[in-house]
């Protein structure tokens, strides 16, 4: 009979509807937030599917119906899509066509959660924190004027991620779906303030006098580039392992990384001697910021609320994006300094 209890009571405990990481003991009790903010869309069609991808062509995960409220955890690479799930639930259902639902909030808001699936540029994309939305169609140029050279038209209505600014904001650079460019502001609107952008450098003043760096310093700063972010990059994708497993249902024994990471000092000279540090200066900080929260959350093991999970996951894949490009960028430089050094 004792033993017939304990059974019982070990499949109602498997019923619980709770994501948890296996903690220790010391670690067991959560602390659960359940008054979390969330967003919703409700489905204006009489039924419609929700897919495993962001694309019409992939698999159908279920089938919603008129009037369905479902909350809305993430976003694709144009904004054309948005992940969502059932409320109150843990893990994600799927993705929704964004034409079929009625949204009550400000998509840009949204973390990007897909930025693979229908890219189709070389530029990978990364999610910075600032967004645009698309009024009226618009020319992706290679250049901040309305005489620069047309890469290709932007459909309207997409959310691109905003990358940098002219000193004027009148031009914003942006990443549609691998290809970056720029497009003017009398194109698209933002409810973020733009003004707080980087300033793009190849739109300031041109310096005089340019000083050549000999390869073999470049490639010392590559390499100590590439010795900083390979293990940030290895990290990343444990957490990102962790929480995408926990998302899918899984229980994962919470073994959380140390975390508390900080940024490598680059001074103005060693930017001079690798310009590519410049672009390291401005995106490792988001990086490192969103891996230290992915970690910190992480690191409290337990049961975690629906929205610490979507949160944390989209965090660590954008710190894992982030580290990836830069490496992905180092390797074109050192591929471009080794031959010059004989090697």
């Keep these: 009979m004792r033993r017939m209890i304990v059974i019982i009571l070990w499949l109602l405990a498997g019923m619980l509807p709770d994501i948890a990481a296996q903690s220790t003991p010391e670690t067991a009790q959560a602390d659960a937030n359940t008054n979390a903010p969330s967003v919703t869309v409700r489905v204006l069609y009489e039924s419609a599917f929700v897919r495993e991808l962001p694309s019409e062509e992939s698999e159908a995960t279920a089938s919603v119906f008129e009037n369905d409220i479902l909350e809305a955890i993430g976003r694709n690479a144009d904004g054309m899509w948005i992940q969502v799930r059932r409320p109150g639930r843990e893990i994600s259902l799927g993705w929704i066509a964004r034409r079929l639902v009625v949204i009550n909030f400000d998509l840009t808001t949204l973390p990007l959660t897909d930025n ?60 549609y779906l691998g290809t970056v460019g720029w497009i003017s502001a009398f194109n698209f609107n933002s409810a973020i303030d733009l003004s707080v952008l980087p300033i793009a450098p190849e739109t300031q003043a041109a310096l005089a006098n340019v000083e050549i760096i000999p390869p073999e310093v470049q490639l010392a700063q590559a390499y100590r580039l590439r010795d900083y972010t390979q293990p940030l990059y290895d990290t990343s994708q444990v957490v990102i392992e962790f929480w995408g497993q926990l998302l899918q249902g899984e229980i994962r024994r919470c073994e959380p990384p140390a975390g508390n990471y900080t940024l490598m000092n680059i001074t103005p000279r060693d930017v001079v001697e690798l310009p590519e540090l410049r672009r390291a200066s401005r995106l490792l900080p988001v990086a490192i910021r969103d891996l230290n929260a992915s970690i910190a959350t992480m690191q409290r093991c337990g049961v975690y609320t629906p929205d610490e999970l979507s949160r944390a996951y989209a965090q660590a894949i954008n710190a894992g994006n982030i580290f990836s490009s830069t490496l992905s960028q180092l390797a074109s430089v050192e591929a471009l300094l080794l031959p010059q050094l004989g090697g």
Excluded: Q
């Excluded at 189709?120 to 050279?149: C, H, K, M, Q, W």
């Excluded at 047309?150 to 691109?160: F, G, K, L, R, S």
């Design 116 to 175: 693979t699936t229908g890219v189709v540029g070389e530029n990978p994309i990364i999610d910075t924190g600032y967004a645009i939305f698309v009024l009226t169609e618009a020319n992706l140029r290679d250049g901040a004027s309305a005489n620069a050279n047309t890469i290709m038209t932007v459909p309207v209505m997409v959310i691109v991620p905003a990358l940098e600014r002219t000193p004027d904001t009148l031009w914003i650079k942006v990443n």
